[in-house]
């Protein structure tokens, strides 16, 4: 693989994550396209982008000339292998030698989804949270067999667009992010299905306790802060009752805190103060970090 800076991005899906990512990407100097089956649709993101970006952002049908032209193509579709493979195998014979391919994956692993190309080599994840033009953290992970010039180059676009690049060691389901979230979600899920607390109350104890602390110091800095053998004797005595579910139970369909449309917009309002006004302090802590 060369060492060639990203200039022209394609974001390949025009879901929700799309606009975000345009604006991320366009403001990390890049010109993006979003690229989507529907064009109406794909238009719909591209304009959501450009408001984001305070620049155009372009749509465009999934066709070979506009991949042809891309340094990255950054794949946000439905979180489904089958669909991701069968996508990227598609595009990839339109791609320009060194282009680099990545996903915005949640859960799957690169080496699934790049199983189907023909060079496995230049693919990796690029997760980024929602909001995505607002998100500061980026997990970088590669694949079994990624080329780790490619993984230089993702980390160099991080930097370039604002964020701070977290480079995992190697592929995982989940990443760290999402591995974290959702241990953390099992056990929510587990207290409302027991009755110990409501909807409300669990996520009050996450967003002004919890959150609030983690802020500064995760769950490792706060346990050496706070003690190791106080911590280790908690675990002790928790680590046994603490739910070891293995299928998600039936009341995360069902809905387990239902928000009107007014609840979801101030929501949405709040989480995105909440980054902007954390800024200062998770600037400080960047120092140090893998990537």
């Given at each position: ?6 200039r022209?991005a394609v974001v390949l899906?025009s879901g ?13 100097g890049?010109?993006v ?9 794909a238009?719909l993101?591209a304009d959501a982008?450009s408001q984001l970006a ?5 749509a465009a ?5 506009v991949l ?8 946000t ?9 069968e ?6 014979p339109?791609l320009?030698a ?15 989804i ?10 990796l ?12 953290l980026?997990?970088v ?9 490619v993984?230089e ?6 930097r370039?667009m ?8 190697h592929?995982?389901a989940g990443?760290?992010?999402n591995?974290l979230?959702?241990?953390?979600l099992?056990?929510a899920l587990?207290?409302?299905e027991?009755g110990?607390?409501?909807a409300q109350t669990?996520?009050?104890c996450i ?31 928790l680590?046994p009752e ?6 998600p139970p039936a ?5 387990v805190?239902p928000?009107?449309?007014a609840?979801?917009t ?7 103060a909440?980054l902007?006004?954390t800024e200062?302090?998770a600037?400080e802590?960047r ?5």
């Amino acid at each position: 693989m060369t060492d060639r800076v990203i200039r022209a991005a394609v974001v390949l899906g025009s879901g929700r994550m799309a606009p975000g990512l345009a604006a991320a990407l366009a403001g990390g100097g890049c010109q993006v396209t979003i690229v989507g089956r529907v064009p109406g649709r794909a238009q719909l993101a591209a304009d959501a982008g450009s408001q984001l970006a305070g620049r155009e952002v372009r749509a465009a049908a999934i066709e070979e000339p506009v991949l042809a032209a891309a340094d990255l193509v950054l794949e946000t579709v439905v979180e489904d292998l089958a669909v991701k493979q069968e996508l990227l195998a598609r595009v990839e014979p339109w791609l320009a030698a060194d282009a680099v391919i990545a996903t915005n994956t949640s859960s799957l692993l690169v080496g699934d989804i790049a199983e189907r190309l023909a060079r496995p080599e230049r693919a990796l994840a690029m997760h980024f949270m929602f909001p995505a033009h607002l998100s500061p953290l980026v997990e970088v992970m590669p694949g079994r067999r990624t080329d780790p010039a490619v993984v230089e180059q993702a980390l160099a676009l991080c930097r370039a667009m604002g964020k701070t690049p977290v480079a995992l060691a190697h592929d995982i389901a989940g990443m760290v992010w999402n591995r974290l979230q959702f241990a953390l979600l099992r056990e929510a899920l587990a207290l409302l299905e027991a009755g110990v607390a409501d909807a409300q109350t669990i996520d009050a104890c996450i967003e002004l306790g919890l959150a609030r602390r983690w802020v500064a110091t995760g769950p490792l800095a706060t346990a050496e802060l706070g003690g190791l053998d106080t911590f280790r004797r908690v675990a002790t005595r928790l680590y046994p009752e603490l739910s070891a579910a293995t299928e998600p139970p039936a009341i995360l369909a069902q809905g387990v805190r239902p928000l009107d449309e007014a609840a979801r917009t101030a929501a949405g309002r709040l989480r995105a103060a909440a980054l902007v006004a954390t800024e200062p302090i998770a600037a400080e802590r960047r120092t140090g970090l893998p990537g």
